[in-house]
């Protein structure tokens, strides 16, 4: 029985945790595009994402012509993501019940006014 691909395994394995689609390799593969984002159509190969185009960009963008010139669309727009949402914490010590916190800030204090 053929052993899977690694790639294939990290997917598999981190798939389960409901967070996006694991990617072996998550960097953009150099000198084609800086980074994913938001609006990239394209696929994945060998744990590599490989982009085609943006649909958030225009039909005619010069990031969207690696393949050849697309046939004209209006871009996708959004306006602000509206799945995005903040929840900051509330200030305060944040810590698993094994562990605790302890402030030094009264030693460094004594220590300087000694000297």
Known sequence: MPVDQPWNVY???LSTLYHGYALWEPNPIEGLYDKVSIGDVGYVYNGFFYR???VTLPWDDPSNNRLGELVYYKPLDWGRFVNIHKAPFDK???NTPNVSSESNIDDTVSRNSRE
Do not use: A, L
């Open 52 to 54: 085609m185009f943006n």
């Open 11 to 13: 997917r598999e394995q």
């Open 92 to 94: 305060g010590d944040y």
